[in-house]
């Protein structure tokens, strides 16, 4: 595929804003992608009606998205637009009780797309060795998003995307084991998890407690949803 320089460039910057250090990229796309559109909803789009009804019909967001849009809006010291908002979303549950196999939540259904992009970018530029050292400082992908980077086409890309996972995973398997076997009754030295609970975190969490990739089941069919609603593409 030709692209232009400028387009390289440019794609390459917002390849290089998601790699942080001890952080899953994928996760990283996934809550950018959702705390910019929670920012764009609560100061653009809260009297906009298709807005709203979207919002009544799945019953608000999931819990981890809740609370990324109360700390944005306390962060600009206004809660006014999720108070809007959720007037809204309880008078229509309290109409009409949440059933099960509603759809649960808009920004995971557009964090889970963005991720999915994100992984295909990234592998692209990687594919030609750019970020390679970027990438090496960043965190490796994390437990939930390795199957979506094991569906990706072979190539140079891919295999660097998945390459610093199995050690990870191996030195975190080890260092469990030997925390595990440090709490035995006869062991009299340090009993302390020695940090291995937090890059335990990183790898199930890729870095973000309360990272968006673990947070609903059937997402594939809530993104079908939302397809249908014509809200993604
Ligand atoms: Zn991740
Ligand atoms: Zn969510």
Same mark, same amino acid.
Do not use: A, F, Q, S
């Given at each position: 595929m030709r692209r232009s320089t400028h387009s390289w460039a440019w794609w390459g910057r917002a390849m290089e804003r +998601? +790699? #942080?250090?001890? #952080?899953?990229p994928l996760c990283e796309a996934e809550r950018q992608a959702g705390d910019e559109r929670l920012d764009m909803l609560l100061y653009?789009?809260?009297?906009?009606p298709g807005v709203r009804a979207e919002l009544r019909a799945s019953g608000g967001w999931c819990g981890h998205h809740f609370q990324r849009a109360m700390a944005i809006a306390r962060g600009a010291g206004q809660t006014a637009g999720v108070a809007l908002l959720y007037a809204d979303v309880l008078e229509a549950a309290a109409a009409r009780p949440p059933r099960r196999g509603r759809p649960c939540c808009g920004i995971c259904c557009l964090a889970a797309t963005a991720g999915r992009t994100a992984a295909s970018q990234l592998a692209a530029v990687l594919d030609s060795s750019e970020l390679d050292q970027e990438f090496t400082a960043s965190g490796p992908v994390c437990l939930a998003h390795l199957p979506l980077v094991q569906a990706l086409p072979a190539g140079r890309g891919r295999e660097r995307l998945l390459q610093p996972a199995p050690a990870s995973m191996a030195e975190v398997a080890a260092g469990l084991q030997d925390y595990f076997r440090r709490q035995s009754y006869d062991w009299h030295g340090d009993k302390s998890d020695q940090g291995v609970m937090a890059r335990l975190g990183q790898l199930v969490q890729g870095g973000y407690p309360g990272a968006t990739a673990n947070q609903c089941r059937d997402r594939e069919a809530r993104v079908s949803w939302y397809r249908r609603l014509g809200r993604l593409r």
């Open positions: +998601l +790699l #942080r250090p001890g #952080r899953c653009e789009n809260v009297t906009d």
